[in-house]
C-alpha cells in the first residue's frame, strides 16, 4: 500500500536553529499538507499545498514556516529560527483529490527544541 | 465550521460491538461526515466518511440520522489494537484543511 514517508523520525535542535523536515507523498498525490500535535493536544492544521503555491495557511504559520516542493517528489517544511513552543510531531500528508477529508498522514517528525 | 462534540474516553472489552457518537447540530448542507483513527505517535488514519443514512466499509459502519445533527461511528468485534484516539471531523470537502477535535480515547481490554 502507498505511503506518506517523513524523515527523519526525530530531530533534536538548538532554540534558533533552522530545521528542515522531508516529507515524500503518495506519488500520483496533487495536495499535500502539514499538521502538528504538540505533546497531548490536539492535531492542528498548518498549511496546504496544491500546483505549487500553498493554498491554505493557519494562524500557526507565520513567517518563521515555510513549505516547498523542491522536485517531483518531497515537500519540506521549514522553521527558519525554532523556538521551544516548536516542540511537537509533525505531520505530512497528502491527497489525491481536493476533497480534505481523504488524506493520507505520515508518521510524523517529532520535532523537539532544547 | 460545524463544532463537533463527541466523548473524551470509552472502555470496552475485546469482541464488543463499540458505538461511538458525534455531535454536530450546526452541520451545513455541503458537510460530510469524517472519522479518523490515532495510533499513539502516528498520524491520524482516515476510516470512514459519510454524508446520510448508513456508511459500511471493511472495518466500519457510519450511521447518520435524517436530520443529521449527529453520527455514530460503529466498531464491530473490537479487539486491543483498536484501543486509538477516534475523531469526527464535519466540513465542506472543498475546503483543504481538517480540523481536529479532541476525539474520543477508546481503550480496548481483554
Known amino acids: 500500500e502507498p505511503e506518506v514517508t517523513q524523515t527523519p523520525s526525530h530531530q533534536v535542535t538548538q532554540m534558533g536553529q533552522e530545521v528542515i523536515l522531508r516529507c515524500v507523498p503518495i506519488s500520483n498525490h496533487l495536495y499535500f499538507y502539514w499538521y502538528r500535535q504538540i505533546l497531548g493536544q490536539k492535531v492542528e492544521f498548518l498549511v496546504s499545498?496544491?500546483?505549487?503555491?500553498?493554498?491554505?495557511k493557519s494562524e500557526i504559520f507565520d513567517d518563521q514556516f515555510s513549505v516547498e516542493r523542491p522536485d517531483g517528489s518531497n515537500f519540506t517544511l521549514k522553521i527558519r529560527s525554532t523556538k521551544l513552543e516548536d516542540s511537537a510531531m509533525y505531520f505530512c500528508?497528502?491527497?489525491?483529490?481536493?476533497?480534505?477529508?481523504?488524506?493520507?498522514f505520515g508518521q510524523g517528525t517529532r520535532l523537539t527544541v532544547v | 465550521l460545524a463544532k463537533t462534540t463527541q466523548p473524551i474516553s470509552m472502555d470496552s472489552y475485546e469482541g464488543q460491538e463499540v458505538n461511538i457518537t458525534c455531535s454536530h447540530n450546526n452541520i451545513a448542507t455541503n458537510d460530510y461526515i469524517t472519522w479518523y483513527q490515532q495510533f499513539p505517535s502516528q498520524g491520524p488514519r482516515f476510516i470512514i466518511q459519510?454524508?446520510?443514512t448508513k456508511v459500511t466499509n471493511e472495518v466500519a459502519s457510519l450511521f447518520i440520522p435524517a436530520d443529521r445533527k449527529s453520527s455514530t461511528l460503529s466498531l464491530p468485534r473490537v479487539s486491543l489494537s483498536d484501543t486509538a484516539v477516534y475523531y469526527c471531523l464535519v466540513g465542506d470537502p472543498g475546503r483543504r484543511a481538517l480540523t481536529f477535535g479532541s476525539g474520543t480515547r477508546l481503550q480496548v481490554q481483554p
Open positions: 500528508a497528502s491527497s489525491s483529490t481536493g476533497v480534505w477529508t481523504e488524506a493520507f
Open positions: 499545498f496544491y500546483n505549487n503555491e500553498i493554498s491554505e
Open positions: 459519510g454524508y446520510k
